[in-house]
C-alpha cells in the first residue's frame, strides 16, 4: 500500500485510467467467483483488445461520475442482467474496489468513489432481485 503522500490528491482522466486499470489487474490476480466471471466474459490478458476496450468504457463511466465527463454513454446496469450473478459477488466486488480506492486515493477523493459505487450496487441487486 502507498504511503499517503503518495496518494492523488485530486481527481483527473488520467489517475481514473489508472485506478480502473489497478483494479482489473487485481481482480484478475485473484482467483474467486467475481474473477471467473470476468475471466469468461474478458478473458485473462489484460492487455487484450476486449479488456482494453472495457478500460476504456469503465474510465469513461468513472469520469462521468467523478469529473463530470460526458463521454460515456452506455448503460451500467444491462450487461449485468445475463452475467450468473449472486449478492455475495457484490460485496466481494466492492471490498476489492476499496482496496484499490485506498491505496490510490486520498480519503476525501476516494469516497467518492466508493460511495458512488455501494450506491450502485445496491441498485444493481436490487434490480436483479438478489
Ligand atoms: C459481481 C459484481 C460484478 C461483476 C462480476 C461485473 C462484471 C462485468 C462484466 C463481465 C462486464 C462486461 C460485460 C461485457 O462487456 O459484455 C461489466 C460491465 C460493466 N460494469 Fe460490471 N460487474 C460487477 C459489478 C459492477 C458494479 C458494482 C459496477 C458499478 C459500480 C459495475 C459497472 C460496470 C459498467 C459501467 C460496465 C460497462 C457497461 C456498458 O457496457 O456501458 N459493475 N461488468
Known sequence: MKFSAGKYKSINRENIN????????KIL????DVSKVFVSILGDEIHSQLW???I????????MIA?????????????H?????????????LSMFFETIDSLYEPRL?????????????NFMRNMRL
Do not use: C, Q
Open 18 to 25: 489508472e485506478m480502473v486499470l489497478a483494479f482489473y489487474t
Open 29 to 32: 490476480r485473484e482467483d474467486n
Open 52 to 54: 482494453r476496450e472495457h
Open 56 to 63: 476504456e468504457i469503465l474510465t469513461n463511466f468513472w469520469a
Open 67 to 79: 469529473i463530470d465527463d460526458t463521454t460515456y454513454n452506455g448503460n451500467p446496469l444491462r450487461p
Open 81 to 93: 442482467l445475463s452475467l450468473p450473478l449472486k449478492r455475495e459477488m457484490f460485496g466481494s466486488w
Open 110 to 122: 476516494g469516497a467518492v468513489f466508493k460511495d458512488r459505487a455501494e450506491i450502485i450496487a445496491g
